[in-house]
Structures are given as C-alpha cells and as structure tokens.
C-alpha cells in the first residue's frame, strides 16, 4: 500500500529544485548524492531517507516538514442517508469529525416524541418549515432561518411545530451523535 506523504516527496523536491532553477547536476553535487540517485527520487524510483533528505533539504534551504507535510485530502463529502423512526438523517460531515453535521427532517405527527436527556451540547438551525423544541419546561417554536443552542443534559424533544415537515442543521459532539443517530450510525457502516 502506498504512502501519499512519501510519493509527494519526489515532486516536492524536483519543484522546489526547480524554482531555484538548479539542474540535476547541480544540486546532486552540491548535496554530494549522485545525479541518478536524485533522479530517481524525484521520479518516485527511489524511496527517500533522513541520509538523502537531510543534504538536500540543506542545499534547497527547505524545511523536512516542508517535504513531509501531509497531502492534502479531498474536503469533499459523500452524504449518507437514512432515516430513522421517519425522520430522514443526511450525514453531512465525515464519520470521524470530532463535530458532527446533519441535516435532519421532521415528518408531522400527532404528538411529540417523549423528551430525553444526554450528555453533550446541541445546535440546530432550521432551514424550511417550523420546528417546535420542547427543552425541559419550555415549549418553544422555531420558524425558519431561527436556530437554538442548548446543552442536552436539558430533557429536550424535537418535530414539526404544524401539519409540514421541518427540515433542520443539527450539529453536535460525539455523544449527541450517538445519541440521536444511534440506529442511523449502524447504516453508515
């Protein structure tokens, strides 16, 4: 299995050699390497050592961490959806975010789910419909573009306020997300 950080190292040397517009000739003798072992470190032949890097990294006047830095991931995310006890759960942020991002909609019901309480600390936004919040002794109505924060340890329930769905961002910690996705998270395995 490959490294990305290690194929990186060879294109980060032969741009940085290449800026300061250096053959290979040049810096393999300045870094006391041979051309073809250079050469073929840029190319990815050849697997870098602290015994290469170190003189070339001197002689480029980079730093290791610049040739070791970790390549960037794709920032881009695959929702996965379910839905659970009819509320449908998009995940929106990946499964090993330490804050967890969902967009969550509310069907109607005739009554409100019972309230729970649970470790951790909530922020919902609603972004269509009409959410009512029921948060300990407080029963309030949340219109769209309202948001609420709160820490869950408060007995809390969500639905929809009326006879439409409501869809909402709802992010929280580690524990809201198990508390509230529990079913869901065995579906995102």
């Known amino acids: 299995m490959s490294d990305p950080v290690l194929e990186a190292i060879g294109p980060r040397l ?9 053959t290979l000739d040049d810096l393999a003798s ?37 040739l070791l830095q970790p390549v960037a991931r794709d920032p881009r995310i695959t929702p996965a959806r ?18 967890h991002t969902f967009r969550m909609t509310y069907p109607p019901r005739a009554t409100m ?3 729970r309480s649970h ?15 029921l948060l300990g002794e407080q029963d309030l109505v949340l219109k769209t573009g309202e948001a609420a924060e709160f820490d869950t340890r408060v007995p809390h329930s969500m639905g929809s ?3 439409r769905p409501v869809e909402v961002l709802s992010i929280f910690g ?13 579906s995102y395995a």
Do not use: C, F
């Not at 032969?14 to 250096?22: D, G, T």
């Not at 839905?83 to 975010?97: E, K, Q």
């Open 161 to 163: 306020a009326d006879a």
């Open 14 to 22: 032969r741009a940085a050699r290449m800026e300061q517009k250096l």
């Open 113 to 115: 789910p019972a309230q």
């Open 30 to 66: 300045r870094a006391g390497i041979s051309v073809s072992t250079l050469s073929r470190l840029e190319s990815g032949k050849r697997q870098a050592n602290l015994e290469l890097l170190l003189p070339l990294s001197r002689q480029l006047q980079i730093s290791m961490d610049a």
């Open 82 to 99: 379910t839905t659970v006890n009819g509320v449908a759960i998009v995940r929106l942020s990946a499964a090993n975010s330490p804050i």
């Open 174 to 186: 580690e524990a809201g997300a198990r508390e509230h996705t529990e079913k869901a998270r065995r």
């Open 119 to 133: 470790d951790g600390h909530d922020w919902v936004y609603v972004l269509s419909g009409t959410l009512r919040l």
